[in-house]
């Protein structure tokens, strides 16, 4: 299967804590994002990379959220000092071309205790 | 606002047909997206249409676009029990970004 892949599904975690959350894109695609989705919402943008630059940032993301995209390949996201507000679906998407088709992996499910 | 809006809920029966609602923000943006999501699973890109377009059909889903409201629509014909999800439409704002609506749960009964 080539499709983007999220790695854990499932995370839980006391708060204090730090997580990270890697996402594999699809190889070819250039461009990657994170979101973020609580329940009954939609998705929120966090950051998004072209290759391995970072070219922007949310005001969701706080100091205690970085993202990283070595080598333009995979990306990490890590959150520091969790916080019960962090509970939420953290979401993976990647793409390419002007057309911006964003195709999305399953998922990192947070739960900070 | 900011927000781009949808409507809660959609109940339907079985090959009637559904239409979903989403007003959006941004005049300028240059594509409007329909994405399906399923329980425990990520987004699912159905359908798009650029911003110079007012239709756009693709077998059983119709998307309809009014710039002067900043309203899109989806059309599902013959809605089958298996299209029950959650439908967030988006709009791309600035070079890159997609913005997302809050949702719309169809469910379709037998």
């Known amino acids: 299967d080539t499709g983007v892949s999220q790695d854990p599904r499932h995370k839980i975690t006391k708060r204090g804590q730090n997580v990270t959350f890697r996402c594999d894109p699809i190889?070819?695609?250039?461009?990657l994002y994170w979101y973020r989705q609580t329940l009954g919402q939609g998705p929120e943008f966090l950051t998004y990379?072209?290759?391995?630059?970072?070219?922007?940032k949310s005001r969701l993301l706080s100091d205690r959220f970085s993202a990283e995209r070595p080598k333009g390949s995979f990306s990490t996201l890590e959150i520091q000092r969790t916080e019960q507000g962090d509970s939420a679906m953290y979401l993976c998407?990647?793409?390419?071309?002007?057309?911006?088709?964003?195709?999305f992996g399953s998922g990192t499910q947070l739960s900070v205790l | 606002g900011e927000d781009v809006e949808q409507s809660l809920f959609l109940s339907v029966r079985e090959g009637d047909s559904s239409v979903i609602n989403c007003t959006y923000t941004?005049?300028?943006?240059?594509?409007l997206y329909w994405y399906k999501q399923e329980p425990g699973a990520g987004l699912q890109l159905l359908t798009y249409?650029?911003?110079?377009?007012d239709m756009k059909q693709d077998q059983r889903l119709t998307v309809l676009l009014n710039k002067k409201d900043k309203h899109l629509s989806l059309r599902i014909a013959d809605t089958q029990t298996g299209d029950s999800a959650i439908y967030f439409c988006?709009?791309?704002?600035?070079?890159?970004?997609?913005?997302f609506g809050t949702g719309t749960r169809l469910l379709v009964s037998p």
């Open positions: 998407a990647s793409s390419f071309g002007r057309l911006e088709k964003l195709f």
């Open positions: 941004d005049s300028s943006s240059t594509y």
């Open positions: 990379f072209q290759n391995e630059a970072q070219l922007e």
């Open positions: 249409i650029f911003s110079n377009m």
């Open positions: 190889s070819e695609h250039n461009r």
């Open positions: 988006a709009e791309k704002r600035g070079f890159q970004k997609l913005v």
